[in-house]
Structure formats: C-alpha cells, structure tokens
T-cell receptor, first 111, second 109 residues
C-alpha cells in the first residue's frame, strides 16, 4: 500500500524561507511530485524528483532521498501569493502513471 | 487556449439522479485521469485511461463509469447519485507532469 505524510498547516512571513516535509511509503516508487493549489483552483505542477538530490526552479526547490522515503519543498523569498496548499504526491509504478497524493500542507504567508 | 477543460464547473442535483461531467484536453497526451477531492481537500485518483483503455480503477463504486470516445476526451458518468458523492472532481492529463482541469464542484442534495 501507499502512505504519504506531510504537515497539515504551516505559517511564515513574507521574505522568509519555509521547508515543507513529506515522507512516503510505496510498494514501487517511480517519482515524487509537488503541486500547488490555491483555494478554489486546480492543482498546478511545481516539481518532479525521481533521483536523489535537489532540483531547483527559481524560488522553489525540491529534495528527494529515496532511501529515507523523504522529500521536502523549499520556498524562498516568500510572497503573499505563495499562500496555498502544497501537495506531495508519488507515482507508484504498480499503479501506472496516476499520482497518489498526501493530504496537503496549507501554507499561510503573512506580512 | 485551455489545455484541460471540464464542463460543467458547478453541478447541483438531487439524490438518485444520473449526471455526466465532460473533459477535453488539447495537449496530445495519451493518458487522462479523474481525481476526486473531498471536503477535507484530499485528492484521490479514481480512474486512469491510456489510449482509451482503463488502466486503474481504484475502489470506486460501479455507479461511476468513465467513458472515452477518443484520446482527447474522458467523460465521467455517475448513476444514482448519493450525498457522499458531493466533492470537486478534477480531470487531468499527462504521464509525467500532469495538467489539471479547473474542476467540477458537484453538490448532491
């Protein structure tokens, strides 16, 4: 089976750095994804890791350790518009290409 | 140009009715999906379709039936709607980076 854990809520201030952790257990790991979802909107793709290490994309970076079943999403220079839910998802090779999502972390950025 | 579109955006109906949600993608992807997001915002896979073949059918009641007339469309038909079916339903496409439609908010009264 699959199990994905991430904190329910986090708060931070503008300009700060925040790290959202995700731990997972799957029977056949085939990639880890981070999505952003603003209230009332569709999830949008942020990052994809399949090998260990750090992937950087502008203000956002994502890290993966397959041996530890662990990933994090790092958001730098936080802006108010970063207030959203951040969804960690894994692709389990035994489940085709569908994504198995965690319950999401709601990030609130204040001024 | 909308990559993944869904209709309707809102759907309010009574228990026992049958309804359909339509989804179209213009990205040329071979794989499409239906996800359900419940009131606690938990997003869960329902179905995957690859080249019109069902790949995954999670523990979804057989009142839900995906129908794909061609590679660009994956519709969701729901029979005998129940209160617990109230949720936001997202269509998506793509094998790696998945693109989500805007969602259909279904309310069953």
């Amino acid at each position: 089976g699959q199990n994905i854990d991430q904190p329910t809520e986090m708060t931070a201030t503008e300009g700060a750095i925040v790290q959202i952790n995700c731990t997972y257990q799957t029977s056949g790991f085939n990639g880890l994804f981070w999505y952003q979802q603003h209230a009332g909107e569709a999830p949008t793709f942020l990052s994809y890791n399949v090998l260990d290490g750090l992937e950087e994309k502008g203000r956002f970076s994502s890290f993966l350790s397959r041996s530890k079943g662990y990933s994090y999403l790092l958001l730098k220079e936080l802006q108010m518009k970063d207030s959203a839910s951040y969804l960690c998802a894994v692709r389990d090779g035994q489940a085709g290409t569908a994504l198995i999502f965690g319950k999401g972390t709601t990030l609130s950025v204040s001024s | 140009d909308t990559a993944v579109s869904q209709t309707p955006k809102y759907l309010v109906t009574q228990m026992g009715n049958d309804k359909s949600i339509k989804c179209e993608q213009n990205l040329g992807h071979d794989t499409m999906y239906w996800y359900k997001q419940d009131s606690k915002k938990f997003l869960k896979i329902m179905f995957s379709y690859n080249n019109k073949e069902l790949i995954i059918n999670e523990t979804v009641p057989n009142r839900f039936s995906p129908k794909s007339p061609d590679k660009a469309h994956l519709n969701l038909h729901i029979n005998s709607l129940e209160l617990g079916d109230s949720a936001v339903y997202f269509c998506a496409s793509g094998a790696y980076e998945q693109y989500f439609g805007p969602g259909t908010r279904l309310t069953v009264t």
